[in-house]
């Protein structure tokens, strides 16, 4: 095993032979090792300064979307006589609903709190710019679940928001009255965008560590911080 | 079951019309102003509250 060293992160890779170490695998591996150490992916310890509601908030959010992406796996399996006409089906269509105002809730929260932190200070843009497209794919991600409903209230929403959309340009492209077109944005292209964004941002978090209080001496790795227990 | 729905249903009647306010060119329903003093309150209490959880070395 060898040690390297980047950015105050310290990996081990494993050593491999002369014939392939240019290989895009063997490449790849040490990247990823040296960029994403467990220890820092999976952290024992955190600064004293994450112990704040705003951070709470944050893993909140991430709690809401999971029951967001269960409650619709089921309603995906059901389809609409189901979640329209039995009672599980309501009660299953109501946890999506409630679920999605939670997750808005929560990262609105997190999103005010992480703003006037000025969390993209010391090298975290992409930190924050993550966490943003997130918030903007979340809302097309609800939008389109709006006309997707398949009742008067999607029909009610579409013919308001293509006029949104037309004062856009982007009508043609994207006709909130076509319903299977939104119901596969739906159900397929903006979940897989906010779920690999999120994904992204925790990652950016672990790498780039959570931003120091205002006025503090900037920017050690979380691990190089004062430090409080993880919990 | 019933009994808490019919509760529910005394609360808030929703078998009508929303009320919204109009200000100038905003229009905007009373059930979201109501959410949105939700997240302003619980935001300022994200911002006071303890976690309860103390800081520093070890702890």
Known sequence: MTTIEEKGAVAEVDEVDEEVAGQWTVKIRRFLVAKLPPERLIPDRQPAYMASWIYIFGALSIAALTCVILSGSLLAIEGPAWWHLSGLGLFVNSLHLWSVELFFFFMVIHLWGKFFMAAWRGNRQLTWITGVVTFLVSVGAALT??????????????????????????????????????????????????????????????????????????????????????? | MAAITMFLGALVNLTKPGHYIHWHFI????????????????????????????????S
């Open chain 2, 27 to 58: 229009t905007i329903s009373v059930a979201n102003v109501v959410v949105i003093a939700l997240m302003v309150i619980v935001f300022i209490a994200a911002l006071l509250l303890p976690t309860g959880h103390k800081g520093g070395n070890g």
């Open chain 1, 145 to 231: 679940g709006y006309v997707s409903q398949t009742n008067f209230d999607s029909q009610w929403i579409s013919t308001q928001a293509k006029d949104g959309m037309n004062s856009l340009g982007i009508g043609a492209y994207f006709n909130v009255l076509n319903f299977g077109q939104m119901l596969m944005w739906h159900i397929y292209l903006l979940p897989i965008g906010v779920v690999a964004l999120t994904g992204l941002h925790v990652l950016m978090v672990r790498t780039k560590g959570i931003v120091t209080p205002i006025g503090a001496p900037d920017d050690a790795p979380a691990e190089d911080a004062t430090t409080a227990e993880a919990h």
